[in-house]
């Protein structure tokens, strides 16, 4: 978890020097400003899925929680019932 953490840390800095380095390059020319547009809304979309997806993750997940528990009430006040039953 730890290497995860500062591979993910090392990546998003060199990601920054790239982006500074090469950004007034980028902005020189029509190309390059259009290049870079392209790139921050690609990221933004893949951002914006990762977040959503995750959270549709989430509802299921709660959703599958809340649909066992409904499934089994009925059963088990079925099963205390006929307890009850069968102790008179």
Do not use: I, Y
Not at 9 to 22: I, N, S
Not at 42 to 50: E, G, M, N, Q, V
């Amino acid at each position: 978890m730890t290497d995860q953490k500062l591979g993910q840390k090392f990546f998003f800095a060199w990601l920054v020097l790239l982006l500074l380095l090469t950004a007034r390059v980028l902005l020189v020319t029509k190309l390059g400003v259009l290049l870079l547009s392209v790139a921050v809304v690609a990221f933004t979309l893949w951002a914006s899925f990762r977040l959503v997806s995750r959270v549709t993750e989430a509802m299921w997940m709660l959703a599958g929680l809340l649909a066992e528990k409904m499934v089994r009430k009925p059963a088990q006040r079925v099963a205390s019932n006929d307890t009850g039953a069968e102790s008179e």
